[in-house]
T-cell receptor, first 118, second 109 residues
Framework: GAVVSQHPSWVICKSGTSVKIECRSL??????MFWYRQFPKQSLMLMAT?????????EQGVEKDKFLINHASLTLSTLTVTSAHPEDSSFYIC??????????????FGPGTRLTVT | TQLLEQSPQFLSIQEGENLTVYCNSS?????LQWYRQEPGEGPVLLVT?????EVKKLKRLTFQFGDARKDSSLHITAAQPGDTGLYLC?????????FGTGTSLTVIP
């Protein structure tokens, strides 16, 4: 159980275009999903918390107009990188919480999306 | 400001050796997780620790949560090449997660 998928697994786009990444919880409903960004050899950096039916909460320094997040259903959140530039090239990973069990907040991660902007 | 600091950042050891990775914070966590990530993939949950002083074992991996719930350690016994990867601790207020700085482990056959 607790499987999270992402699509696409990799994408190459031209500078100035927009790219949409999907994150789905396959066998559970997730009222909250999270988006992370990871550069090579570095840890994951939380970008935003995606809440079903409401606006996402962005971490400090993350441009909300550039990284658009939509959480339209309990199993799907999307991240759109608008007007992408080469510096946006990175590994983007989403995660979701299964229904809470006591004090545990375990997150399950998607396989990631490698974005390359040329 | 990094909420969770891990040490060492990089570690390269011979097969069969033991190692310990540390995860430290000035904050108290209700729970703390350890993940392992391979290149090009998402992190995979190894363990969750909840109680101060708790020790959990997963085959050759031993996880400990500090008494004050501010730090944790991961000890690997007799490391194998298959243990190679990025080890990450994570925790945070409520259900938000902040990851540690990461420890990149390479086990040489």
């Amino acid at each position: 159980g607790a499987v999270v998928s992402q699509h696409p697994s990799w994408v190459i786009c031209k500078s100035g275009t927009s790219v949409k990444i999907e994150c789905r919880s396959l066998d559970f409903q997730a009222t909250t999903m999270f988006w992370y960004r990871q550069f090579p050899k570095q840890s994951l950096m939380l970008m935003a918390t995606s809440n079903e039916g409401s606006k996402a909460t962005y971490e400090q320094g993350v441009e909300k107009d550039k990284f658009l997040i939509n959480h339209a259903s309990l199993t799907l959140s999307t991240l759109t990188v608008t007007s992408a530039h080469p510096e946006d090239s990175s590994f983007y990973i989403c995660s979701a919480n299964p229904p809470r069990q006591g004090v545990l907040y375990e997150q399950y991660f998607g396989p990631g999306t490698r974005l390359t902007v040329t | 400001t990094q909420l969770l600091e891990q040490s060492p950042q990089f570690l390269s050891i011979q097969e069969g050796e033991n190692l310990t990775v540390y995860c430290n914070s000035s904050s108290v966590f209700s729970s703390l997780q350890w993940y392992r990530q391979e290149p090009g993939e998402g992190p995979v949950l190894l363990v969750t620790v909840v109680t101060g002083g708790e020790v959990k074992k997963l085959k050759r991996l031993t996880f400990q949560f500090g008494d004050a719930r501010k730090d944790s350690s991961l000890h690997i016994t007799a490391a194998q090449p298959g243990d190679t990867g990025l080890y990450l601790c994570a925790g945070g207020p409520g259900n938000q997660f902040y990851f540690g700085t990461g420890t990149s482990l390479t086990v040489i056959p």
